[in-house]
Every structure is written in structure tokens, then in C-alpha cells.
């Protein structure tokens, strides 16, 4: 099956910095990319999608950019704000329903 | 946020004895799932749901069984309970397959099985 890796696993960046966090699959069926953050006792919740026809995507301060042929892919948050401080889950499926995640980033932005 | 319930919301349980998680939703999607979170893991797929009666395993599906006798409704059921199985569970909906919709998560259930 589907194997997600991502890296780092911590990350802390100075609020106003950008935060890039990289995600890497192996199944090259793979099409769809979300990305989904979690703040502390919170409830994963999407951010941002990308699928295997684009090669990057933005909204306002966050953007996601696909690599196929590398089979890699990153978030990107610029201008980054203690509200962002939360761990940051990718995934990767197929046209069905076993979407894997990596093991998630935990982003702190220190004011 | 999505109509998505899940209870309860805390259990401590014993080893070997039965545990049973339920979510319910309010907004008529077709698709449930059942994950566990456990830390260097991420979210990892239990068992889904594509319509009433129809379930399929996911990822880490041994030691778990689901029903789903109601649209609303979707219940995971640890037959006999292990340490292993100390996690956080979620529930989750979506409207159509992951894959060409966004899934909507619960507030989660934390499990201690002692």
C-alpha cells in the first residue's frame, strides 16, 4: 500500500518567518494531496488540497506545491502567526477511500 | 463544523472487555471512517463505511469491527480489548470518497485500556 513520510517532524520558526514542511509518497497512482491541521485537543481540519494535475496550489498565506515524477510534495506558510502553531498532518490517496497520512509535523511559531 | 458526535468522549477500560465507540452525524453523507491516532503514526484508517450495511477494513482493521444500521450512525467495537489499543479514536464523514471531497473529522474519543 501507500507509504507518506514527512519531514521534520518538529519545526519552530520566529512569527513573520516561513514554515515549509515536505511530504514524500510511494504509489505513483496516488492524485490527491490534503493537507489537514490540528491544534492541541482539537479536531484534524483540512487547509488546503492539491490533486495530481496541478503543480501548485495557493491560498492567501499557505500554498502547496506537487512533484510528480519526485513523488514529492510541501506545504508552504509564509508570514507565518502564533494562531499557525499546531501540527500539520499530509496524506496521500488514490481514487478510493485508504488515504494515508504522515506521521505530522508539530509547528511552533514563538512570538 | 460538521454535524459529526462522537461518544464517548473519554473511556478507561479493562484488557479483554468490550468497548464500543459511536459517532453520529447529522448531514447525511454517504461515507464514515474510523481512524486511530497514535503519536510517530499520524492518522491511520480503521474501517469505513460506504452506505448502510456496507463496511470495508482499512489500514490497522484487526482487533476492530463496525456496524452501520442507520445513515446517522457508525459504531467501531473492540471485541476484546488490548493495551495496543490505548489510542485516540476519530470519527470522520465525507460526502463522497476522500479522494474527490474534503473529510470532515469529530472531536475525537480518548481510549485507555488497562
Known amino acids: 500500500g501507500e507509504n507518506v513520510e514527512q519531514h521534520p517532524s518538529t519545526l519552530s520558526v520566529q512569527e513573520g518567518d516561513s514554515a515549509v514542511i515536505k511530504c514524500t509518497y510511494s504509489?505513483?497512482?496516488?492524485?490527491?494531496f490534503p493537507w489537514y491541521k490540528q491544534e492541541l485537543g482539537k479536531r484534524p481540519q483540512l487547509i488546503i488540497d492539491?490533486?495530481?494535475?496541478?503543480g501548485e496550489k495557493k491560498d492567501q498565506r499557505i500554498a502547496v506545491t506537487l512533484n510528480k515524477t519526485a513523488k514529492h510534495f510541501s506545504l508552504h506558510i509564509t508570514e507565518t502567526q502564533p494562531e499557525d502553531s499546531a501540527v500539520y498532518f499530509c496524506?496521500?490517496?488514490?481514487?478510493?477511500?485508504?488515504?494515508?497520512f504522515g506521521a505530522g509535523t508539530r509547528l511552533t511559531v514563538k512570538p | 463544523d460538521a454535524g459529526i458526535t462522537q461518544s464517548p468522549r473519554h473511556k478507561v477500560t479493562e484488557t479483554g472487555t468490550p468497548v464500543t465507540l459511536r459517532c453520529h452525524q447529522t448531514?447525511?453523507?454517504?461515507?464514515m471512517y474510523w481512524y486511530r491516532q497514535d503519536p510517530g503514526h499520524g492518522l491511520r484508517l480503521i474501517h469505513y463505511?460506504?452506505?448502510?450495511?456496507?463496511?470495508d477494513k482499512g489500514e490497522v482493521s484487526d482487533g476492530y469491527s463496525v456496524s452501520r444500521s442507520k445513515t446517522e450512525d457508525f459504531l467501531l467495537t473492540l471485541e476484546s480489548a488490548t493495551s495496543s489499543q490505548t489510542s485516540v479514536y476519530f470519527c470522520?464523514?465525507?460526502?463522497?470518497?476522500?479522494?474527490?471531497?474534503?473529510?470532515?473529522f469529530g472531536q475525537g474519543t480518548r481510549l485507555t485500556v488497562v
Open positions: 504509489d505513483s497512482a496516488s492524485n490527491y
Open positions: 448531514e447525511n453523507h454517504r461515507y
Open positions: 496524506a496521500a490517496s488514490k481514487d478510493n477511500n485508504d488515504m494515508r
Open positions: 470522520a464523514i465525507s460526502r463522497d470518497r476522500v479522494a474527490n471531497t474534503e473529510a470532515f
Open positions: 492539491i490533486r495530481s494535475n496541478v
Open positions: 463505511s460506504y452506505g448502510v450495511k456496507d463496511t
